[in-house]
């Protein structure tokens, strides 16, 4: 019986440990890194450079109207920038091994490690030095083809997905992604970015108001977002009170059921 009683202040002590409390799921918690009643955040985020396989989608436009339709013969379609991903992928511009573009007209031009500003500035002296005079008014707009990024773990959706905008955060990019669920580790999430050189992990604690002022609250094209499982949920307890409580209740049947089948035989 001793056997039996030890065992049951044993589940009952892992179990009593093992339910998901409010800490573990609210974002942004004051952990007492937040000295005054509001936190300043600072925009820690450099701009994106280009690296390899990045699409891109560059648009050539003009002032006047007829040197306007002059520098059409530069834009690979129609001249609008609001095409879709599917459109992209056939008539925007992909970043090779080399770094390069295929630019219409203009040939090769090395976009590797340069913002999407650089590049503008890049295409527009060109054109102006080889096919216009450089009093010229022209515009180059070039933009990443969607900021793209991936979640996996626990998650409410795992896969691909691609935003529209310009800067995104992690709070933004997790929403879009169906949220975390409970049973994730909202103190650890990892961030796998790129880099020119490979790839580097990144953590993060969303749980921690903190996580607003760091360099990868911001995420970057091509990012893995991974969410890590609980501790708890390798347990196989509830993830409330509730459900725990049912938990211990089987364990204790079962085991008061199996000490008595076994002295009675």
């Given at each position: 019986?001793?056997?039996?009683?030890?065992?049951?202040?044993?589940?009952?002590?892992?179990?009593?440990?093992?339910?998901?409390?409010?800490?573990?799921?609210?974002?942004?918690?004051?952990?007492?890194?937040?000295v005054?009643?509001?936190?300043?955040?600072?925009?820690?985020?450099?701009?994106?450079?280009?690296?390899?396989?990045?699409?891109?989608?560059?648009n050539?436009?003009?002032?006047?109207?007829?040197?306007?339709?002059?520098?059409?013969?530069?834009?690979?379609?129609?001249?609008?920038?609001?095409?879709?991903?599917?459109?992209?992928?056939?008539?925007?511009?992909?970043?090779?091994?080399?770094?390069?573009?295929?630019?219409?007209?203009?040939?090769?031009?090395?976009v590797?490690?340069?913002?999407?500003?650089?590049?503008?500035?890049?295409?527009?002296?060109?054109?102006?030095?080889?096919?216009?005079k450089?009093?010229?008014?022209?515009?180059?707009?070039?933009?990443?083809?969607?900021?793209?990024?991936?979640?996996?773990?626990?998650?409410?959706?795992?896969?691909?997905?691609?935003?529209?905008?310009?800067?995104?955060?992690?709070?933004?990019?997790?929403?879009?992604?169906?949220?975390?669920?409970?049973?994730?580790?909202?103190k650890?999430?990892?961030?796998?970015?790129?880099?020119?050189?490979?790839?580097?992990?990144?953590?993060?604690?969303?749980?921690?108001?903190?996580?607003?002022?760091?360099?990868?609250?911001?995420?970057?094209?091509?990012?893995?977002?991974?969410?890590?499982?609980?501790?708890?949920?390798?347990?196989?307890?509830?993830?409330?009170?509730?459900?725990?409580?049912?938990?211990?209740?089987?364990?204790?049947?079962?085991?008061?059921?199996?000490?008595?089948?076994?002295?009675?035989?």
């Open positions: 019986m001793k056997q039996i009683v030890v065992c049951i202040v044993v589940v009952l002590g892992l179990l009593s440990t093992s339910c998901i409390t409010q800490k573990d799921v609210v974002y942004l918690q004051d952990k007492g890194t937040v005054n009643d509001s936190l300043q955040i600072q925009a820690l985020v450099s701009p994106y450079r280009v690296q390899v396989n990045d699409l891109l989608s560059v050539v436009k003009a002032e006047k109207k007829e040197i306007n339709d002059l520098v059409q013969i530069f834009n690979p379609t129609s001249g609008d920038i609001g095409t879709t991903q599917e459109e992209l992928y056939y008539t925007g511009f992909t970043v090779d091994l080399h770094g390069n573009i295929e630019f219409p007209i203009l040939g090769e031009i090395n590797l490690g340069f913002t999407t500003d650089e590049i503008e500035s890049k295409v527009k002296e060109v054109i102006l030095q080889k096919y216009l450089e009093t010229a008014k022209i515009f180059v707009t070039v933009k990443l083809s969607g900021l793209k990024y991936t979640t996996l773990g626990e998650i409410g959706t795992k896969g691909t997905t691609v935003l529209y905008q310009d800067r995104v955060n992690i709070l933004e990019a997790i929403a879009n992604a169906g949220d975390i669920l409970d049973t994730g580790d909202r650890d999430v990892l961030i796998v970015r790129q880099y020119p050189n490979g790839q580097k992990i990144h953590h993060i604690d969303l749980t921690d108001i903190a996580a607003m002022q760091s360099e990868f609250y911001y995420i970057q094209p091509n990012d893995l977002i991974m969410v890590k499982p609980l501790k708890r949920k390798s347990i196989g307890a509830g993830q409330t009170a509730a459900q725990t409580l049912t938990t211990i209740a089987s364990i204790f049947s079962v085991l008061i059921s199996t000490y008595f089948l076994a002295r009675n035989l």
